[in-house]
Nanobody, 125 residues
Framework: QVHVVESGGGLVQAGGSLRLSCVVS????????MGWFRQAPGKEREFVAA???????YYAESPKGRFTISRDNAKNTVYLQMNSLKPEDTAVYYC???????????????????WGQGTQVTVSS
């Protein structure tokens, strides 16, 4: 059974930084493509960033240039470094894993197999 656990959320002022972590257990972590999604109150879950098995990365337009996704296969962990945070980044952030093949990354939530419980990020103005 695969478990996905996020951590690192919190309250930060606009312009500040946070680093989210996500640990995956149960299978070979390096075999997964990893993604970060977020969901703000009253909005649909949206794609933030993804990182492939070969560490290729892909970002949604909004966080591009401010967020960095990375992975450490030795620690079964994927990270999301978030800089220059804005109030509109406030959301619950979810980590997801997929074992799908065919592409280097995936940006649709229905393409991911395993999800964490989410971690709240709140950016105050």
């Amino acid at each position: 059974q695969v478990h996905v656990v996020e951590s690192g959320g919190g309250l930060v002022q606009a312009g500040g930084s946070l680093r989210l972590s996500c640990v995956v257990s149960g299978r070979t972590f390096s075999a997964y493509i990893m993604g970060w999604f977020r969901q703000a109150p009253g909005k649909e879950r949206e794609f933030v960033a993804a990182i492939g098995r070969n560490a290729l990365t892909y970002y949604a337009e909004s966080p591009k240039g401010r967020f960095t996704i990375s992975r450490d296969n030795a620690k079964n962990t994927v990270y999301l470094q978030m800089n220059s945070l804005k109030p509109e980044d406030t959301a619950v952030y979810y980590c997801a894993a997929t074992g799908n093949f065919g592409r280097s990354w995936y940006a649709r939530s229905d393409e991911y197999d395993y999800w964490g419980q989410g971690t709240q990020v709140t950016v105050s103005s």
